[in-house]
Every structure is written in structure tokens, then in C-alpha cells.
């Protein structure tokens, strides 16, 4: 399921949703501008690699800036176009009319502290692993949190295929953003049974933020 829009009237300009998806779009030109080998290297230094966290507490001694940095920067790196655009799409669906809710500067905060609370969910999970994971949909997981409620009962058009045709349909918030949850959960818990999280999707860290983003703002008053 794709969406598409979501069917709720704004007071406010999405200034700061717009500005995430701008630094996202403009910190992904710059990746696919580097040589191959550069491009590696930034996705190791800056990506989060849950291996590091452990070698805080073990001999090896990773430094605190190689373990907490990432948490905040490998927000903003994606692997591919598609990578990028999937994020980029559910950002602009469903970010506006939190932010609205929340006003700006909250939204801003708000969304950094489920990106890093994704992040953290995603290294308990995948402990000691050496790969490094990037992306968006961590903190995107916590906007979508929120707008389930928030908003639940507002109508998302989303776009359905079948075989090989395609169709829109009006589907409640707390339905689609449900089904959603539910397939995050039941793939991390498979991704478990063969090992944990092996490249990929961090299914963890969309479970970690869309929880974390639904918990901060049960009881806030729509503004």
C-alpha cells in the first residue's frame, strides 16, 4: 500500500517537514556525487553500525562519537533512489499534519527523538552487528506514530496494486498505519528467527520509532 494524501484541513505551512525532506534530498545528491570508495567510506563512518554501541563496554574501545554520532547522521543517508523517494513519500504524507499539531520547533525536536530512538531500538535488536544501517523511515516511523493518534480516523488515499493494475481507496488512519505496524512487527520477528538483522530493513528501529512517536503524544491536544 501506497499513500498518497491524507484528507485533513492545515492551519499551517509543513515549514520544517519541508526543510527534513529538503536536507534529506540535498544529502543524497551529494552521496551519489562521490566515487564509489568515498561513498562507502561515508556510509561507515556516518551510517549506525550496532557494533560499535557494544565496543563502548569491551576492551576494543570504540569512541563515543563512533557510537552516538551515526544515531543522528545516518538519519539523513539512504542507499538508493528508491530508498530515498519511499521515505521521502511517507514523510510528506503523513509529517504536515503533525507538525501542525505540534507547531514547528516540537515537530523538530519531536522528530529527531524518535530518529534516535529508532536508532537505539535498532541496536538492542541487532547487538554486535557489523552492518551499517541508513535511512529516514526510523524517525519517519515515529511521524507515522503520531498521526495514528492524532488523527485516527482521518482518510488516507492510498494506492493499491493488484496484479498489474492499480487502484485508490480511502482508507482510515488507524487502519492502513495498523496494517503497516503490524508487518514491521511480524518481519522483525522473523528477521530473528534467521539471525537477527542481516542488511536491509531495520524492522526493529520502524517498531522502536512508531512506538516511541505514538507514546509522546497520547493525551496532546490537537492545536
Known amino acids: ?34 566515487p564509489p570508495r568515498a561513498g562507502q567510506s561515508l556510509i ?12 563502548l563496554f569491551s576492551s576494543h574501545g570504540a569512541t563515543l562519537s563512533q557510537a552516538l554520532v551515526p544515531m543522528v547522521t545516518s538519519m539523513f543517508l539512504h542507499g538508493g533512489w528508491m530508498h530515498l523517494l519511499g521515505n521521502m513519500l511517507f514523510l510528506w504524507v503523513f509529517g504536515g499534519a ?11 525536536i519531536f522528530y529527531f527523538v524518535c530518529g534516535i530512538g529508532s536508532a537505539m531500538a535498532h541496536t538492542i535488536f541487532n547487538w554486535g552487528s557489523t552492518v551499517p544501517t541508513v535511512g529516514a523511515s526510523g524517525a519517519i516511523s515515529g511521524v507515522m506514530g503520531a498521526f495514528i493518534v492524532l488523527f ?18 480511502r482508507i482510515p488512519a488507524f487502519l492502513m498505519l495498523g496494517y503497516w505496524f503490524f508487518l514491521q512487527i511480524f518481519s522483525g520477528l ?9 542488511g536491509g530493513v531495520a524492522w526493529w528501529a520502524h517498531v522502536g520509532g512508531f512506538l516511541l512517536g505514538a507514546v509522546l503524544v497520547v493525551g496532546k491536544k490537537i492545536r
Open 1 to 34: 500500500m501506497i499513500p498518497l494524501r491524507v484528507e485533513l484541513q492545515r492551519t499551517h505551512a509543513a515549514i520544517c517537514n519541508g526543510f527534513l525532506i529538503m536536507v534529506n534530498v540535498l544529502v543524497f545528491l551529494y552521496e551519489v556525487s562521490l
Open 44 to 55: 561507515y563512518t556516518f551510517g549506525l553500525i550496532p557494533s560499535h554501541t557494544g565496543m
Open 98 to 108: 503533525v507538525e501542525d499539531a505540534m507547531g514547528h520547533f516540537q515537530y523538530l
Open 152 to 169: 485516527p480516523s482521518a482518510r488516507v488515499a492510498t494506492l493499491i496494486p493488484a496484479l498489474f493494475l492499480f487502484f485508490t481507496v
Open 190 to 198: 522473523v528477521s530473528l528467527g534467521v539471525g537477527g538483522q542481516q
